[in-house]
């Protein structure tokens, strides 16, 4: 998943891994860190969402997959569809859909308070 790491720099970019409970984890690391039971909740994995946006001709072979790819992972609970909009494409015959969706995943508490921290630092400085 390109889009740069969560610190605001522009390096990196993210890792997904399948944790431990069957969840996505998204962090900047090559390897998903060893938690241990007993922890305080501050210190154990924190869960998130990673919101997308896409607009997809469903005429176009790999925009059509990655519609089926997003509903598959509706099915295992990894991803939530928070709005769809389909509009007939009358030369094409077919669809062209909108659709707004997250992929549910948990991330470690540090560099999920440094994306936190870099995001809203992102939103209440634009001009």
Sequence with gaps: MAGGNGNGNGNGAWKIHLGSTGTPF??????????????????????????????????????LARYKEIWDCVGLRTVTVFFEKTEWLEDKQNWKVFIRWALNGSMDPGEFRDTRQSMAHRVLNRS
């Design 26 to 63: 998204f962090t900047s690391k090559s390897t998903v860190p060893d938690y241990k039971d007993g922890l305080p909740n501050d210190m154990k994995p924190q869960l998130m969402s990673k919101v997308q946006v896409d607009i997809l001709d469903l005429s176009d072979k790999d925009d």
